[in-house]
């Protein structure tokens, strides 16, 4: 798999961005050469796409970035949803092979193509970056926001976490984080956690808040919000729905938890990121 590397001083100039929704089940992606690098994050079905050197499979969840000179197009009817962003670094990057063999000298080091361990948060950059384009059209701003989007991604790379927690204790943390976001929207209990990994409750909830610095029932609640925070950026679902989604029986324990995580009411929170592209092409 391709990877590429930025260099720590990568300065992002971004292009533009939106969401897509296919047409029609028959919708396949067009075909073009790319200038400029395209981040994609798919939120709903399977984007057929490929490049000069290979096809891809894109499924919910997961993510594809495609680097500039490359001839861009789909190969199969694609049913799907997708956030997307073009942006340029000038003269700052180039690709390797094997991702085991990039430098650790502070580079960027991004796989042209992964999972999201936690898609809820680019959904919510993206959007952020989409309301922040139409709104005030500050070039710098929304380089800022590229960045962001960018050392998001990088943040929660499998390849990044290789290199920074190899330990043992570290590996735990991220399964059990990782079950947690899984079974977000689920009322799992500190007890079923505990079972599914096979530790005592006591022992498992010392842990990690010596890992994390929070409880575990805190992250279990900061990892519904961000569900929450997603359906409220990227649908029109109600409040109420939105609430009965993430695991309340009612709209108004979801608004005082919403808000007590956030600072803001659902309804503030999703009118403050009110101004998203939508695109059918």
Request: net charge neutral.
């Amino acid at each position: 798999m391709k990877t590429i590397l930025l260099h720590p001083d990568a300065a992002f100039h971004y292009n533009w961005c939106g969401k897509f929704e296919s047409p029609s089940p028959e919708w396949m992606h067009l075909t073009r050469d790319l200038i400029d690098f395209e981040f994609i994050a798919v939120t709903q079905g399977i984007l057929y796409i490929a490049d000069s050197h290979r096809e891809y499979v894109v499924k919910k969840g997961e993510y594809l970035l495609m680097s500039p000179d490359r001839f861009q197009h789909g190969y199969q009817q694609s049913d799907c949803q997708f956030y997307w962003l073009h942006f340029q670094i000038p003269e700052a990057s180039y690709e390797v092979q094997h991702p085991k063999q990039m430098p650790e000298d502070g580079n960027i080091v991004l796989p042209a193509y992964g999972s999201l361990s936690i898609p809820e948060r680019i959904i919510v950059l993206m959007k952020q970056l989409q309301d922040s384009d139409r709104r005030y059209h500050n070039l710098l701003l929304n380089n800022s926001l590229t960045s962001a989007i960018i050392y998001e991604l990088y943040s929660q790379g499998s390849v990044y976490r290789k290199l920074n927690e190899p330990k043992k204790s570290a590996q735990i943390y991220n399964d059990i984080t990782d079950y947690i976001i899984y079974h977000a929207c689920e009322n799992i209990r500190v007890s079923q956690i505990a079972d599914y990994f096979g530790y005592n409750e006591k022992y498992l909830t010392t842990f990690f808040r010596r890992q994390s610095g929070i409880s575990l029932k805190q992250f279990m609640m900061q990892a519904k919000m961000d569900a929450a925070k997603a359906e409220l950026t990227d649908t029109n679902h109600s409040i109420s729905q939105i609430a009965y989604n993430v695991g309340f029986s009612d709209s108004h324990n979801f608004t005082n938890a919403f808000k007590k995580i956030t600072g803001l009411s659902p309804s503030v929170y999703r009118e403050s990121y009110a101004k998203r592209s939508l695109f059918y092409k």
